[in-house]
């Protein structure tokens, strides 16, 4: 279970939760929080006569509303799947570099009799910069790919 589904769900019933919810609970402050300021929400909903909102309340409901703004304006190249998944496919920039070298090393070991030094040097800075672009557009593709699932796993809970 998620932080959004099981506080959208908190929203309407704090009390008779799911077992996983309340596993959620246990280890999520956030949740927590945001199940306290439900229920105490509820209870001032309850009461008959329209009570001015205590001043600890109206400032834990600012405080929320401060710390869910700034993590939805927290950018999403920070954010721990992206870092991940950049992590892992940092993994294969070593490899990507020997094959790279490889290439080029056989190129020059093959073609040096027969081909001006100019010419080998230029179809090497075209290959270094044709990998170099692809893996560029590689990496940076990972934050909107990383955000695409997030977005597809939310629509779908
Ligand atoms: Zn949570």
């Known amino acids: ?27 999520c402050p956030e949740c927590t929080a945001h199940r306290g300021l439900a229920r105490d929400l509820g209870t001032l909903l309850a009461r008959e ?3 001015p909102l ?14 869910a703004l700034d993590g939805a304006q927290l950018p ?7 870092v991940l998944a950049l992590g892992l496919a940092a993994l294969a920039l070593p490899l990507a570099l020997a094959q790279g070298w490889f290439w080029l090393q056989t190129l ?22 044709s990998v170099g672009l692809s893996l560029g557009f590689l990496y940076a593709s990972l934050p909107f790919a990383v955000a695409y699932s997030r977005r597809i796993q939310a629509e779908a809970s």
């Open 108 to 129: 020059f070991l093959t073609l040096e009799a027969w081909l001006p030094l100019p010419l080998l040097a230029g179809i090497s800075v075209a290959y270094v910069a």
């Open 1 to 27: 279970m998620n932080c959004r589904t099981l506080q959208r769900r908190l929203q309407v019933e704090t009390e008779n939760l799911s077992p996983d919810a309340r596993a959620h609970l246990a280890e």
């Open 49 to 51: 006569e329209a009570a």
């Open 76 to 82: 999403r190249i920070f954010r721990r799947e992206v």
């Open 54 to 67: 205590a001043d600890a309340l109206l400032l834990r409901v600012e405080t929320q509303a401060r710390v």
